[in-house]
Each structure stands twice: as structure tokens, then as C-alpha cells.
């Protein structure tokens, strides 16, 4: 079983520190890239070790690996090799690119080469339908690729070069890769320094900022607080508006018993905005002349009957059966009145 160095370990307590105490479990999906940065892939080890710096048991954990495609369950090569080969790409040559890298590398669909180096896979949709057709070797873009340029690409690949994507940084490998993924810089000099946006990307950027679109008040700072921290935070605003909230004035005289202030009659009833809008809303929707609003004083709001008499029920039953005869040989249900009779008297109880 895989021993973890003292650097994993370290840096999976600096991962957990950045959740509140009380949403550490937040912190798993970070771990489980750092687990990956380490063994190549998601191993049984990797899934107890997040299991127990984060006090889970491993179904949760592998439950969580097994559904993002993102953590493998099997040593991986180096460079992943993902080919869209959806709609979209596959209309523009997908598929002929894959099937040409897979013939040439001698594998299939999550299949790694020999060396190590590759292991070449089928994207259902990299999200670059405007590049396509687009494959990524571990993540990162190679747009509108055709058969022979993926196949320059991986063959720099095996000869220990490192492409440049079409957009993006330079190349790194898939676990130099999860350390990034788990939030850590990638220290290699220049590794953030290359590469360039694409211009459909450019081109919306630029739109947005001819229209003056933007994303107002946020501040990508602000820290993450915990739930008790939230809960004080809103007990303390809650306690300064009732505060800054002006003196009531004197309540008027009352009049005299058997009166009232507009000659009316009707019983006192609360004010229409001591309730929320959501609920005054839902009790008044769509009023009309016959039916009563709740909140109007004195009103009064019918309510339901007596239970219909279990003859009556039968007989509705009776004619609701008998409108819609069934479209087969079936049945209509309820047609049994010694069951019908005994499920009123239960409904009854």
C-alpha cells in the first residue's frame, strides 16, 4: 500500500485549512487531485487516505472519485490524450482524428501506450465547440486539430518535447497537473508566462466591455466564513436595525366596549404586513367576487364540509368510471365496492 510522502501530507492539512471547520468534507475534492499528483491516478490508497484526514469512511470518498471523470481509477500516462468526439466535433473530423491516433498508438479508449507516455481517451464534449474539432492532452487546448497535426502532437510527446497548447500555459504532466488542480502554483519558470486566448473568447471579452457588461460588487477576496460566523454576523445586523428602528407612537385610546373606531363590528384581525410577502401572496392569489381574501378584516373564509356520505362517494366513483371506460380489456379501478367501502371507513378514522 502506497506510503504518502510528509510533502502530500502537509500540503492535504493546508487544503483542509481553507474550509470553515464545520465544511471540511468541502476540502475532498482537492484532495483527491493531490492523492492523484502522487500515484498518477485515484488507487484504494489514495481513497483511505482522504477517508482519513477528513474523518469520512472510503464508500463516501469512493463515491465521490467515481463519479468525476477527472480522477482516474488506473495508473495513467503522462499526457492524457482527450479527442472530442461529440456532435459538434465529430461532424468537423472528430472521430477520424481519434480513430487515427488510436491505430497509430496501438490502444483504445483509456488505454495507455506501452512507455507510459500516453493514454488516449474519447471526450463526450470539451466545451470548445467554436475550436472544433479540439482534443487536450491534460487539459489543455489544441484547437481545430485534424488527423496529421494530432499526430505531430503525440509523437513530440513520446520524444520527450512538450508542445505548446493553442491556448493556455505550456505543457505539464498529468501529475504536475493535479498539484495545480488541488490549488498549489506550478513553480516551473515560465510555466504561467506562455500561450495566448483564443479570439472567440477575445470576442466576447470584447463585447462586454463595448456594452459595459461586468460582474458588480464582487470581491474575489472576501473571505469564506463559517456557519456560526454567518449566523453571529446576521444576529448582530438583525440587532442593529431594531435598534436604528424609530419609537412607536402612543397607541390611541380605546374606545368604549361594545364600539368600534369605524363602527364596524367585525373581530380585530392582523394587519395584512405582519405577515411576508411570499405568504400574502399565495393567500390572496387570483381573488375574485366569490372568493374571500384572508387577510380583509372581518372577513370570513369558508371552509370544507361534512365529508361526503360513503354512498355519494360510491356514486361519483360510479360515474367517473363509467365517462372513461378503459382502453383495454382492464378493469376501471375502484370497481370493487367492498374495497371502496372499507377504504372510506379507513379515510373516515
Known amino acids: 500500500m502506497t506510503v504518502f510522502t510528509d510533502q502530500t ?5 493546508e487544503i483542509i485549512a481553507r474550509y470553515p471547520a464545520d465544511r471540511s468534507r468541502s476540502a475532498l475534492l482537492p484532495l483527491l487531485h493531490l492523492v492523484q499528483s502522487e500515484e498518477g491516478y485515484v488507487s484504494p490508497a489514495g481513497v483511505e487516505f482522504c477517508a482519513e484526514v477528513l474523518g469520512l469512511n472510503k464508500a463516501q470518498v469512493g463515491a465521490v472519485a467515481t463519479f468525476y471523470t477527472m480522477y482516474k481509477r488506473k495508473p495513467t500516462g ?4 482527450s479527442v472530442c468526439t461529440n456532435t459538434m466535433c465529430n461532424v468537423l473530423g472528430g472521430q477520424e482524428v481519434y480513430d487515427t491516433l488510436a491505430e497509430h498508438l496501438g490502444v483504445g479508449h483509456d488505454e495507455t501506450t506501452a512507455d507510459g507516455k500516453i493514454t488516449l481517451e474519447h471526450a463526450e464534449c470539451l466545451a470548445a465547440c467554436d475550436y472544433g474539432p479540439v482534443m487536450t492532452v491534460n487539459y489543455d487546448f489544441f484547437d481545430n486539430v485534424d488527423a496529421q497535426t494530432a499526430l505531430g502532437v503525440v509523437e513530440e510527446l513520446r520524444a520527450g518535447g512538450r508542445p505548446m497548447p493553442t491556448r493556455g500555459a505550456r505543457l505539464c504532466t498529468l501529475k504536475e497537473m493535479a498539484v495545480q488542480l488541488a490549488g498549489f502554483a506550478d513553480e516551473r519558470d515560465g510555466a504561467v508566462a506562455d500561450g495566448s486566448p483564443g479570439e472567440p473568447s477575445l470576442r466576447g471579452l470584447r463585447l462586454a466591455e463595448q456594452h459595459g457588461i461586468s460582474v458588480s460588487g464582487f470581491d474575489p477576496n472576501t473571505p469564506i466564513r463559517s ?3 454567518a449566523d453571529r454576523a446576521a444576529a448582530e445586523a438583525k440587532a442593529k436595525a431594531e435598534a436604528a428602528k424609530p419609537a412607536p407612537a402612543a397607541e390611541p385610546a380605546k374606545p368604549a366596549a361594545g364600539t368600534a ?9 392582523k394587519a395584512p404586513d405582519d405577515k411576508s410577502p411570499q405568504v400574502r401572496t399565495a393567500e390572496t392569489r387570483q381573488p375574485d367576487a366569490s372568493t374571500a381574501v384572508p387577510d380583509a378584516p372581518g372577513t370570513k373564509v369558508p371552509t370544507d364540509g361534512a365529508p361526503p356520505a360513503p354512498r355519494d362517494a360510491q356514486a361519483a366513483e360510479a360515474a367517473g368510471a363509467a365517462a372513461n371506460p378503459p382502453a383495454g380489456d382492464g378493469k376501471p379501478a375502484g370497481d370493487d365496492a367492498g374495497a371502496q367501502q372499507r377504504n372510506l371507513k379507513e379515510a373516515q378514522k
Open 9 to 13: 501530507r502537509e500540503r492535504a492539512r
Open 78 to 81: 503522462d499526457y492524457l490524450v
Open 227 to 229: 456557519k456560526a460566523e
Open 261 to 269: 373606531a369605524t363602527g364596524s363590528t367585525a373581530p380585530d384581525v
